[in-house]
């Protein structure tokens, strides 16, 4: 790569200011740049006026830079002497094209109320301050990334047109002053927080009507791109879970976000006017109810809010009937469901994954900020709770929590409730969360896993109870104070 070709247009103020710029027009030579000064390039006998004018002119010549102080602004607007010429030839260039790049003005001095001085053409664009030996230093490398256009933010190139564009509609759009309301309702602990939430809460879900994929036609990929759409809203979702968990919320506004769950768990049956299906139609928003549902676990295990989840194991969420009938009560486990188009998808681009369904969890969570270890553990929690409460409260469930994330087991370790769970007094607070009363009944629970009086999570490649008994720290729970 040649050198760039810079010409340095100046005022001879001094002969301290023309050492001035000779040491600039040196140090860029150093840094490779091939800098032109008259000092160095105009010898005896050339014509000067030629010499600027070709300088400026000439294609060849990539920039121009103006130092400018006092007298070279005058001389400028005065069209004095060699600069005057030379502001003749730039001045025109720089009026008629707006977004120039061939110019810059390189400030030395200012006027007494700090205004830089520069020549009227160029009032109004950006140019670089070296007016003191300190911003001298600091903007140096400003002007060498001018020069060879290296800019410290440059421009990101154009990616891949998302998938999801292709969709009816991107959910949760044009609804963001609904989230920031929400939002700064919670953390100023507004009365109406609840009001806020359900505008926000009734807004997804009519985005999510939007999302139906064909009932006949539907894809594997249809369904895939269709919870791609829901990225944005997700991200929302986290930010108000979380700061709602953070404040620690009314119950008013807990009502609000189990009824919000109750309305996306009727979304995984079909509507009314809805006869004739393909079994994977729903499985976009059978995906989304496991996310949210975890992820809003998450930021509760993340604040410590032990006792709101108890609360919301505890609910029973309404899930109305088709053609007007009853409905019927259902617990939290009815957002853990199977998805089949993910398991069509696995096998017909042959991926080969544990669990497609654990993948994009774990990978929408971390643009979230939500790191692995605490959807395993979030995972894990509910998987347990379900568990002592068919242990010790009403008998086996029809449809266990499945932890998806736990394919991930093996990585994760012991996760960090459980580890704090070795303090007796942490985890007489944790245990709520997990349905226990005592640290005896952990041990039950644990053993009742281990004699498969409970539902294990079945991996291909996972013994089940081990997996558990590790990420649960059981053998350590509350071993000290």
């Not at 070279?72 to 030839?89: F, L």
């Not at 400030?107 to 009032?123: N, R, S, W």
């Not at 109750?262 to 496991?290: G, I, T």
Request: with cysteine; hydrophobic share 40%; net charge negative.
């Amino acid at each position: 790569m040649s050198a760039p070709k810079v010409f340095i247009s100046y005022s001879w103020t001094n002969d301290d200011h023309s050492s001035w710029v000779a040491q600039l027009a040196t140090d860029l030579r150093n840094d490779g740049v091939d800098a032109i000064l008259d000092q160095w390039d105009l010898n005896e006998g050339n014509d000067a006026y030629a010499f600027m004018e070709q300088m400026v002119t000439d294609s060849s010549v990539g920039k121009v830079v103006m130092i400018c102080d006092k007298q070279y602004c005058e001389r400028a607007d005065g069209r004095k002497g060699g600069v005057g010429t030379e502001a003749q030839i730039i001045s025109p260039k720089i009026y008629s094209q707006s977004n120039q790049t061939k110019f810059v003005a390189l400030v030395t001095e200012k006027a007494i109320d700090g205004t830089p001085y520069v020549p009227t053409f160029y009032q109004g664009r950006i140019h670089i301050d070296m007016s003191d030996a300190e911003l001298h230093v600091q903007n140096y490398e400003q002007l060498l990334r001018w020069i060879f256009d290296k800019p410290v933010r440059p421009k990101p190139s154009i990616g891949v047109r998302p998938k999801y564009l292709d969709q009816k509609k991107t959910a949760a759009a044009g609804s963001s002053i609904k989230y920031e309301r929400a939002i700064q309702g919670i953390r100023n602990n507004t009365s109406n927080v609840n009001v806020l939430l359900d505008e926000v809460f009734e807004q997804v879900i009519s985005d999510l009507e939007e999302l139906r994929c064909d009932p006949v036609k539907v894809t594997h990929e249809e369904i895939w791109n269709s919870i791609e759409a829901t990225e944005a809203v997700s991200g929302r979702l986290v930010e108000i879970f979380g700061n709602i968990a953070r404040a620690g919320g009314t119950d008013e506004a807990w009502k609000s976000i189990a009824r919000f769950f109750e309305k996306l768990a009727r979304l995984q049956y079909p509507p009314d006017e809805l006869s004739s299906y393909k079994a994977m139609l729903f499985d976009n928003f059978k995906y989304v109810q496991n996310e949210w549902f975890l992820l809003l676990v998450v930021k509760l295990l993340s604040y410590e809010r032990f006792d709101r989840i108890d609360e919301l194991a505890k609910t029973q969420f309404f899930v109305e009937g088709r053609h007007g009938s009853a409905g019927e009560l259902k617990p939290f486990t009815v957002f853990s469901c199977s998805i089949e188009s993910f398991e069509i998808r696995n096998q017909a681009m042959q991926l080969g994954r544990m669990s497609l369904k654990a993948d994009l969890l774990v990978q929408r969570a971390s643009k979230f900020g939500i790191r692995k270890a605490e959807l395993i553990e979030a995972d894990l929690v509910l998987y347990l709770r379900e568990a002592a409460d068919c242990l010790f409260n009403k008998g086996m469930s029809t449809r266990m929590w499945h932890p998806a994330t736990m394919v991930y087991a093996e990585w994760a370790g012991t996760t960090e409730k459980f580890v704090r769970s070795v303090s007796k007094r942490y985890f007489d607070g944790f245990k709520a969360a997990l349905g226990v009363k005592s640290v005896e009944q952990f041990k039950d629970l644990m053993t009742a896993i281990r004699e498969g009086n409970v539902q294990v999570p079945n991996f291909r490649y996972m013994s089940g109870f081990t997996e558990i008994q590790s990420l649960a720290n059981a053998e350590k729970v509350a071993t000290m104070p």
